[in-house]
């Protein structure tokens, strides 16, 4: 669903670098003639001012487009900068700072806060675990909080908390006034997002009280504790390996939270040649943020070939060897509104190999390769470095294109109470693929060595 278009990782650059910004001099400079007084600008207003120039200024370097859109970047700074100068520290300026960046109608371009980054972004790059309370919340419409990202095996989900409770109070408080909020980013120049949040421990480092609404047919409303524990995307990928049981079938089930890590592939690989060898069939669960290049071709791999790679502009594509078992058996891939960037290419891919159903919701069209810059207030600007067109089968343009489903199906998230009514659908249609083979066998060699073992 469109809510969790926040999750802009990264499509095709996967390490957080800074750039010089060698065009911020004459931004300032040529505004300096306009009728705002900068020399009479307070320190706190001149602060603002940097975090503006050099956001402009990593745009002017780093954007992929050179013409930005049709946008005058020096005109632009003219507009926004008394309301950035006056604006206060964090949450206001950086509100007016994604309406500018609104303008330039991309994907994979906006402000994300510091905490944000730091705890939720940056650990899924490297691998390292946070102490989080493992969900996340979206205003679906005003006023209206939902449980709508919940981390396999974390916190939350160990708590009871389920997907698709609506949250009222966030430890005793309402929600919107909540101080344990912390803004996700998002893309503010694509169409129909709700805001979405990560949270943040609370301050005395005890659990986090949870009053929540399960049912849209009752009032009740349940209180639950959750204790905030070491999780990241990449151990609740590995936690969600699953073999699901449906109608005396078997099906593998991962859910990739997303591909900037090759954790990833390492899950993927350890269930194909251990977890799964008696599966009729697989669920790959594409929903949720992008990723890195190698990674999302890794886990593509078992299934089919990946397009060659162009490792340099102008240079020859090449096909790489991941390393990863092969896969014969019927599979079906899950997407929905959220799965974006990589996912978005994954799916692409899929779908024109015709590997297997591709289930679930249109994707939003959000491929761009983009990349980190630290801002000098501590924020961070993820912004589009380069288009990726060239990583789809076709060369076909996926920004601003959705992947449609070969099997369009909703996400119904309020009060869904834990269902899940894409994954169900995949399940279904992957059981009338399998319905009619032979239940698989473990080969000879298996046997022998399980033999031997024992």
Not at 286 to 295: E, I, K, N, T
Request: charged share 25%; glycine share 10%; aromatic share 8%.
């Amino acid at each position: 669903m469109l809510y969790r278009v926040f999750l802009t990782l990264i499509a095709a650059l996967m390490l957080s670098v800074t750039v010089p910004v060698t065009g911020q001099a004459r931004l300032v400079d040529d505004s300096a003639k306009g009728e705002v007084d900068e020399g009479a600008f307070s320190e706190a207003q001149k602060a603002n001012v940097k975090v503006l120039d050099a956001m402009l200024g990593i745009i002017r370097n780093g954007f992929y487009d050179k013409k930005y859109g049709g946008h005058d970047l020096k005109e632009m700074r003219g507009r926004y900068l008394k309301r950035c100068a006056d604006a206060a520290p964090g949450n206001a300026l950086h509100a007016v700072l994604r309406e500018l960046l609104g303008e330039f109608k991309v994907s994979h371009l906006g402000i994300v806060d510091q905490h944000a980054y730091d705890n939720h972004f940056a650990p899924e790059m490297d691998n390292t675990l946070r102490r989080q309370v493992g969900f996340d919340i979206t205003e679906l419409t005003t006023g209206e909080f939902f449980v709508t990202d919940l981390l396999t095996g974390g916190p939350a989900d160990k708590a009871g908390i389920k997907r698709g409770d609506r949250v009222h109070k966030i430890a005793g408080k309402p929600v919107a006034e909540s101080d344990l909020l912390v803004d996700a980013g998002g893309d503010p120049g694509l169409p129909n997002q709700h805001p979405h949040y990560f949270l943040k421990n609370p301050a005395d480092g005890g659990a986090l009280l949870v009053e929540l609404q399960r049912s849209a047919d009752s009032e009740e409303r349940l209180t639950i504790s959750v204790e905030p524990g070491e999780i990241n995307m990449i151990a609740a990928s590995r936690n969600s390996v699953t073999i699901i049981e449906h109608e005396g079938r078997k099906f593998g089930y991962i859910r990739f939270w997303h591909f900037l890590h090759h954790g990833m592939s390492s899950a993927l690989k350890r269930a194909l040649k251990k977890q799964w060898q008696l599966c009729d069939g697989i669920i790959i669960d594409l929903r949720g943020r992008g990723g890195s290049v190698d990674v999302m071709n890794a886990c593509f791999s078992p299934f089919g070939a990946p397009p060659p790679m162009v490792r340099f502009p102008g240079g020859r594509g090449s096909q790489q060897d991941y390393g990863m078992p092969k896969w014969e058996r019927p599979v079906v891939a899950l997407q929905d509104s959220g799965s974006r960037s990589a996912k978005e290419l994954y799916a692409h891919n899929w779908k024109w190999l015709k590997l297997g159903p591709l289930v679930g919701e249109s994707t939003p069209g959000a491929v761009l390769g983009s990349t980190f810059t630290q801002l000098p207030d501590g924020s961070y600007l993820i912004y589009p470095a380069q288009n990726v067109r060239n990583l789809s089968y076709g060369q076909v343009e996926l920004e601003g294109n959705p992947v449609e489903p070969t099997h369009p199906v909703k996400d119904n998230i309020r009060y869904a109470a834990g269902v899940d009514t894409i994954k169900e659908a995949g399940v279904k249609i992957l059981h009338e693929l399998v319905k009619d083979n032979p239940k698989p066998e473990l080969p000879k060699s298996d046997h022998k060595a399980a033999e031997e073992e024992f």
